[in-house]
Nanobody, 119 residues
Framework: QVQLMESGGGLVQPGGSLRLSCAAS????????MGWYRQAPGKQRELVAR???????NYADSVKGRFTISRDNAKNTVYLQMNSLTPEDTAVYYC?????????????WGQGTQVTVSS
């Protein structure tokens, strides 16, 4: 089992910045990809950014150039640096981890952290 704990959310003004953190614990040896998703009221959960253990990254078009995902393998932590925030970035942000096992692929989710961008 893998447990994920997000932190760093909060209220920020437009144009401001936040850094989200997600610490993984438990049986993390087979975790391959970690990423961030977000879900706003009335909208589907969408991928924000993801980063594989091999260093391959992907970003949603809406956040390219503003958000940066990084990973500290020693701390088993993934970060999301969010700059130039807009009200459209307001959502609950969820940390995600994908574990590739011999007979299955498993996905884990954190509890979510609220990010609100408002003046």
């Amino acid at each position: 089992q893998v447990q994920l704990m997000e932190s760093g959310g909060g209220l920020v003004q437009p144009g401001g910045s936040l850094r989200l953190s997600c610490a993984a614990s438990g049986s993390i040896a087979s975790v391959n990809t970690m990423g961030w998703y977000r879900q706003a009221p009335g909208k589907q959960r969408e991928l924000v950014a993801r980063l594989s253990s091999g260093g391959n990254s992907n970003y949603a078009d809406s956040v390219k150039g503003r958000f940066t995902i990084s990973r500290d393998n020693a701390k088993n932590t993934v970060y999301l640096q969010m700059n130039s925030l807009t009200p459209e970035d307001t959502a609950v942000y969820y940390c995600n981890a994908v574990q590739f096992l011999t007979y299955s692929v498993r996905a884990y989710w954190g509890q979510g952290t609220q990010v609100t961008v408002s003046s």
